[in-house]
């Protein structure tokens, strides 16, 4: 395994002082720390810390009751050296999302599982859906798959390129079952492009980005509108009881345990729903929030509280049927939270869909009993590229040494407490974004032209260039003395020309203190370092709308449409024919589970 591209970054000397709120630091403690404000105050949560629901009985709820357990399970011991592994991935959670994090929603679960394995505090994943799943399931920055801008849109003819191999194939490769339950989100234009053909042995979940957690019906735009729950590979219309949707993949996973032998390697790939828009809730989980003010961050309260609960039951089953002392469980969010959807990142800048820390910096921990270390914090810099390495090696798989990956194997780094192999992370370039209107070559030293949508961190120096996205430090929503006037003591708005950042993200983690104009040597530096980078770029894959996604022409489901015959077939009257013959022949398969009235339906359940 090689990681891609360079041999080895040299430091970038002489580090700055960190700016003057930040004394304490010292000598290698710039090094190796990094928001200790954030320890702190996850300290100062800990007092609650009791289960609520806890491992040692089922509570009723998430999942209702799992399947029966075989004949002895429960005593059987694994003989397999592979671990099973369990990849919790969170949809929109924002980083103070979590009880250890200082949040006023309760996630007893989340916060014992990770007070008994490794915290990550210097986590980092990509700032939308789709980069961030591509990135973990192929260990490779985006500007190396071509999905450098925005994400996979339901109508575009895009997937996850094929020649990549993902990481379920590899654990096939050494014998893992690999399941996937959830939301996949890297496009399925082809048949090819499905999880079944993409590694997985099994798939139930949806294939869009979002959609009602009740119906699983999403609408694109106005006249494209289609039912997406699948199976393998065909939509689950015997699943359409009206289940909300985190705890109908929670029943599926225990499903999956409860008939898998515990001695043969399991890959549990988890990808929920929750607690990405629209914000909906089965109506108990209200109970604790009514005193919340703001109307989406109860309503995102509520799912919270829901997905805690599932993920208690997922590691119920795995006690139950066997697995959990061979088990690897890892946690992420897939990006920033969305403060107009009710999430928060306070006190980190930024959100959802931006390169500031708050929308890149994630809620992350592993929980083992395979960890040597257990009960710790993990500072040392960890991306979301480094699951794809770390989990083949721990498979016991191999990687082609001319395998060019962009992650490392960082699992003695969390295991065991040592440095971590990465010092740097290219957050992304993207070439289409908007450009910043006063970006220019010049301004960025005839290196790099900083209109140009771009973010790099460097041990502890972050550089941006062009439009990094919504800028503000937004405070939670739930207090009502953090209103409107707090939130706008927070804005800032930059001096025109503005189109480069520099911040010592170790000394000052909220991006507060501008340093491009005091170190335009470390400014050329990272530069450069961003232009090696883009050599290295494949071209971006961002094709235009395809009318032949229209559920509406695929009997009112979203799946596969493109055939290669298409492409050959020269567009005339037989084109016209077959998109007024095909919805003839399937109109019955769709009504048969009952109409759709629209696809506004985000607040008809659930609500409070």
Known sequence: MAPRGFAGPQPLQPQPPPPPASGIWQGKMLAMGALTGFSVLSLLTYGYLSWGHGLEEEEEGTAARAPQAREGPESSSSTT??????FILADDQGFRDVGYHGSEIKTPTLDKLAAQGVKLENYYVQPICTPSRSQFITGKYQIHTGLQHSIIRPTQPNCLPLDNETLPQKLKEVGYSTHMVGKWHLGFYRKECMPTKRGFDTFFGSLLGSGDYYTHYKCDSPGMCGYDLYENDNAAWDHDNGIYSTQMYTQKVQQILASHNPR?????YIAYQAVHSPLQAPGKYFEH???IININRRRYAAMLACLDEAINNVTLALKRYGFYDNSIIIYSSDNGGQPMAGGSNWPLRGSKGTYWEGGIRAVGFVHSPLLKNKGTICKELVHITDWYPTLITLAEGWIDEDTQLDGYDI?????????????DILHNIDPIYTKAKNGSWAAGFGIWNTAIQSAIRVQHWKLLTGNPGYSDWVPPQSFSNAGPNRWHNERISWSAGKSVWLFNITADPYERVDLSSKY?????????????????????RY?????????????GVWGPWYKEDDKKRKPGKNKVEKKQKK??????????KGQFPNCHTALTRGQS
């Open 81 to 86: 050296s592979q671990p099973h592994i369990v």
């Open 264 to 268: 043969k390697p399991i890959f549990l």
């Open 289 to 291: 929030y009514r005193s």
């Open 411 to 423: 699992w003695e780094t969390i295991s065991e407490g040592r440095r971590s192999p990465r010092v």
């Open 520 to 540: 335009p040597g470390i400014v050329k530096k990272l530069l450069r370092r961003l232009s090696q980078f883009n050599k290295t770029a494949v071209p971006v």
């Open 543 to 555: 094709p235009p709308k395809d009318p032949r996604s229209n559920p509406r022409l695929n009997g």
């Open 583 to 592: 919805p003839k022949t399937k109109k019955k398969k769709h009504r048969k």
